[in-house]
């Protein structure tokens, strides 16, 4: 089943606790109870969702073992915008920006479209007040 609604997987705990077992969620978890989305997919808890990835994935297993470069991401029901960030210094080496209803494979990078400005523009200031600029 595929929602809609952005979410992230820590969130998923807090379904087991009270939406479907029906206790109490402990304070010591993170999240947002997501049993509404089960009960109706149309429901959204959230506008964005935000994640972070290393490149390259496996940089721990060459020297030296650190990151190349920090993705940092933001998804919303629009599209999804990855900044690719220097690990050393944090400056912005390469970015991708994808339609994420018209291209689900993510095979057009459309960051330089000017039909995608507006969007362009609204993905950088989301990931700017998650992660802060490069």
């Given at each position: 089943?595929r929602f809609?609604?952005?979410?992230?997987?820590?969130?998923?705990?807090?379904?087991?606790?009270?939406g479907?077992?029906?206790l109490?969620?402990?304070?010591?978890?993170?999240g947002v109870?997501l049993?509404?989305?089960?009960?109706?997919a149309?429901?959204?808890?959230?506008?964005?969702?935000?994640?972070?990835?290393?490149g390259?994935?496996?940089?721990d297993?060459q020297?030296?073992?650190?990151?190349?470069v920090?993705?940092?991401s933001?998804?919303?029901?629009?599209?999804?915008?990855?900044?690719w960030?220097?690990?050393?210094?944090?400056?912005?080496?390469?970015a991708?920006?994808?339609?994420?209803?018209?291209?689900?494979?993510e095979?057009?990078?459309?960051?330089a479209?000017?039909?995608?400005?507006?969007?362009?523009?609204?993905?950088r200031r989301?990931?700017a007040?998650?992660?802060?600029?490069p």
């Amino acid at each position: 089943m595929r929602f809609g609604a952005a979410a992230s997987s820590v969130q998923f705990n807090r379904i087991w606790w009270r939406g479907l077992w029906g206790l109490d969620y402990p304070l010591s978890f993170d999240g947002v109870d997501l049993s509404p989305v089960l009960r109706d997919a149309s429901v959204r808890l959230k506008e964005a969702a935000f994640t972070q990835h290393p490149g390259p994935a496996y940089f721990d297993r060459q020297p030296p073992p650190v990151p190349k470069v920090m993705g940092m991401s933001v998804r919303t029901e629009a599209v999804r915008y990855t900044e690719w960030r220097d690990w050393a210094s944090g400056a912005l080496v390469g970015a991708e920006l994808y339609d994420a209803k018209g291209d689900v494979g993510e095979t057009r990078n459309v960051i330089a479209d000017k039909a995608w400005k507006d969007r362009l523009a609204d993905a950088r200031r989301r990931l700017a007040s998650q992660f802060g600029s490069p």
